[in-house]
């Protein structure tokens, strides 16, 4: 196992506008949710990736295989969904950022970043490591700004390590300000990328090679993930220190942080030249936001449809770019942060019907064979997933039913409308139970370089027969 994986950290748009908020909300309360929040996903990550490994196929192909026609084409259509939701904070924040720094008109820094995205895709052509490169290239060049930004403030680090390990929940909504920042982290198209980046390397068939790449892709993992929760404590702090300590701000500008007016407020807080650097670190975020979610379409495209590669990686980044450009297009620079909230709703609506399956082939001893997670890790992972997948249904619930009863609407709309409503979520729960409760019955190819790992893989599948 000469190479590594490039492990891909949550979405950098849609947690920016979060740690902005709770920053200034709270402060550093909330930075244990997201020490919380990384290492739920670097588990969840890591059992994508050994099941890329062990099965020599990722989610996308795995769902296509196992489910009837037109539940798989349901996973396929919010698959495809949360993609597009995924990719729309990564264009909002990179046309912005082209509108602040060179002020180019909003629509056009749409088209820009769009273009950007085909082009960062054409690499592939050259190389599928080149592609990651930059997108790597573009990582780094987030963080670098971020920690630029924060030695310009006085952190006291005893309230930010208070912060980061004793959980609190403090304050008004504190709550659902916790949960929105989960809900950032968990993404789902970070499921099925993960589980296919691992196929492009070349792994031997053997049982002890793919032990020791699970191993590696999980170090690789944790390590391109401890380096995303560094720039997200960076973003909180930033906000934290800057809104509580300077008592000349007016409260507003505090309260009601976006994307945009964070540029303003640094500019006035630490200077021109600093607002810039936040600039370069929303460009970048926003660019490879875009790339990444882009370049998982394309494996859920070829996973669920069984096209060629060649088809799909002209297709695949078109059904992507084209409607995410029209949105941003058309809601422009004044609604971005309506547009960042709506993208956040529907991932968090869509994320069932990448994490239970995922979840479900894990832990199927007939798919996985001997590298079965320990019953630790497969109730852990259960659990939490239930626990997100549960908060997220209920604020969403929450949240509506509070739009429709103080709503301006007539009665006859409300009516209607909960009509239309109920019974869909009635669907959504019980296709979230049915994809949970459904036993999985393909059986992957199992590697078996060796006698004892065939010895294993039989041992296991008569203790399932039993």
């Given at each position: 196992m000469a190479e590594f994986n490039h492990p891909i950290p949550p979405d950098g748009r849609l947690l920016l506008q979060t740690d902005l908020q709770a920053g200034y909300s709270h402060r550093y309360e909330l930075l244990?949710?997201?020490?919380?929040?990384?290492i739920f996903v670097l588990i969840i990550q890591s059992l994508a990736a050994k099941l890329g490994v062990i099965t020599g196929r990722h989610l996308a192909e795995l769902c296509m295989g196992e489910y009837p026609k037109y539940v798989r084409y349901g996973l396929w259509f919010f698959a495809e969904l949360g993609v597009i939701a995924a990719?729309?904070?990564g264009v909002l924040g990179t046309a912005l950022a082209y509108n602040i720094l060179l002020d180019i008109p909003f629509w056009a820094g749409v088209l820009i970043c769009g273009a950007t995205i085909i082009l960062l895709l054409g690499l592939q052509s050259y190389g599928v490591r080149k592609m990651e490169f930059m997108v790597v290239v573009f990582m780094l060049v987030m963080a670098s700004c971020f920690f630029i930004e924060l030695n310009q403030v006085n952190t006291p680090v005893n309230e930010l390590l208070e912060g980061l390990f004793i959980p609190r929940l403090r304050g008004h909504y504190a709550i659902s300000d916790a949960v929105a920042l989960i809900s950032a982290l968990v993404l789902p198209h970070n499921l099925f990328l993960h589980s296919s980046l691992v196929i492009s390397r070349n792994i031997p068939?053997?049982?002890?090679?793919?032990?020791?790449?699970?191993?590696?892709?999980?170090?690789?993992?944790?390590?391109?993930?401890?380096?995303?929760l560094l720039v997200n404590v960076a973003i909180v702090s930033l906000s934290a220190t800057i809104c509580v300590d300077n008592i000349s701000l007016d409260t507003d500008t505090c309260s009601s942080l976006t994307l945009k007016s964070a540029f303003v407020l640094f500019k006035n807080v630490l200077g021109r030249?600093?607002?810039?650097?936040?600039?370069l670190a929303l460009l970048a975020?926003?660019?490879s936001c875009a790339v990444i979610t882009t370049y998982s379409g394309q494996y859920i495209m070829q996973g669920f449809s069984g096209m060629r590669k060649l088809i799909i990686y002209l297709v695949a980044p078109c059904l992507t770019v084209v409607p995410t450009v029209i949105i941003c297009s058309i809601g422009g620079a004044l609604r971005v942060r309506q547009l960042i909230n709506i993208a956040a709703i529907i991932l968090s609506f869509v994320l069932p019907f990448a994490l239970v399956p995922l979840l479900k082939f894990s832990s199927c001893s007939s798919m996985v064979g001997p590298y079965k997670?320990?019953?630790?890790?497969?109730?852990?992972?259960?659990?939490?997933?239930?626990?997100?997948i549960g908060?997220?249904?209920?604020?969403?619930?929450?949240?509506?039913?509070?739009?429709?009863?103080?709503?301006?609407?007539?009665?006859?709309?409300?009516?209607?409308?909960?009509?239309?409503?109920?019974?869909?979520?009635?669907?959504?729960?019980?296709?979230?139970?049915?994809?949970?409760?459904?036993?999985?019955?393909?059986?992957?190819?199992?590697?078996?370089?060796?006698?004892?790992?065939?010895i294993e893989v039989e041992e296991v599948r008569i203790q399932d027969g039993q």
């Amino acid at each position: 196992m000469a190479e590594f994986n490039h492990p891909i950290p949550p979405d950098g748009r849609l947690l920016l506008q979060t740690d902005l908020q709770a920053g200034y909300s709270h402060r550093y309360e909330l930075l244990w949710v997201l020490l919380f929040g990384f290492i739920f996903v670097l588990i969840i990550q890591s059992l994508a990736a050994k099941l890329g490994v062990i099965t020599g196929r990722h989610l996308a192909e795995l769902c296509m295989g196992e489910y009837p026609k037109y539940v798989r084409y349901g996973l396929w259509f919010f698959a495809e969904l949360g993609v597009i939701a995924a990719t729309i904070p990564g264009v909002l924040g990179t046309a912005l950022a082209y509108n602040i720094l060179l002020d180019i008109p909003f629509w056009a820094g749409v088209l820009i970043c769009g273009a950007t995205i085909i082009l960062l895709l054409g690499l592939q052509s050259y190389g599928v490591r080149k592609m990651e490169f930059m997108v790597v290239v573009f990582m780094l060049v987030m963080a670098s700004c971020f920690f630029i930004e924060l030695n310009q403030v006085n952190t006291p680090v005893n309230e930010l390590l208070e912060g980061l390990f004793i959980p609190r929940l403090r304050g008004h909504y504190a709550i659902s300000d916790a949960v929105a920042l989960i809900s950032a982290l968990v993404l789902p198209h970070n499921l099925f990328l993960h589980s296919s980046l691992v196929i492009s390397r070349n792994i031997p068939s053997s049982c002890e090679a793919v032990k020791d790449a699970s191993v590696f892709f999980l170090l690789d993992n944790a390590l391109a993930l401890f380096l995303a929760l560094l720039v997200n404590v960076a973003i909180v702090s930033l906000s934290a220190t800057i809104c509580v300590d300077n008592i000349s701000l007016d409260t507003d500008t505090c309260s009601s942080l976006t994307l945009k007016s964070a540029f303003v407020l640094f500019k006035n807080v630490l200077g021109r030249s600093q607002s810039v650097v936040y600039c370069l670190a929303l460009l970048a975020s926003g660019q490879s936001c875009a790339v990444i979610t882009t370049y998982s379409g394309q494996y859920i495209m070829q996973g669920f449809s069984g096209m060629r590669k060649l088809i799909i990686y002209l297709v695949a980044p078109c059904l992507t770019v084209v409607p995410t450009v029209i949105i941003c297009s058309i809601g422009g620079a004044l609604r971005v942060r309506q547009l960042i909230n709506i993208a956040a709703i529907i991932l968090s609506f869509v994320l069932p019907f990448a994490l239970v399956p995922l979840l479900k082939f894990s832990s199927c001893s007939s798919m996985v064979g001997p590298y079965k997670n320990s019953i630790s890790i497969t109730r852990t992972s259960w659990i939490l997933s239930m626990v997100i997948i549960g908060i997220n249904t209920y604020f969403f619930c929450n949240s509506f039913i509070s739009w429709l009863v103080y709503s301006d609407l007539p009665r006859f709309a409300k009516a209607i409308i909960s009509t239309l409503v109920f019974p869909f979520m009635a669907a959504y729960v019980a296709a979230v139970i049915y994809l949970a409760r459904k036993k999985v019955s393909i059986n992957a190819a199992l590697p078996s370089g060796s006698v004892s790992c065939g010895i294993e893989v039989e041992e296991v599948r008569i203790q399932d027969g039993q």
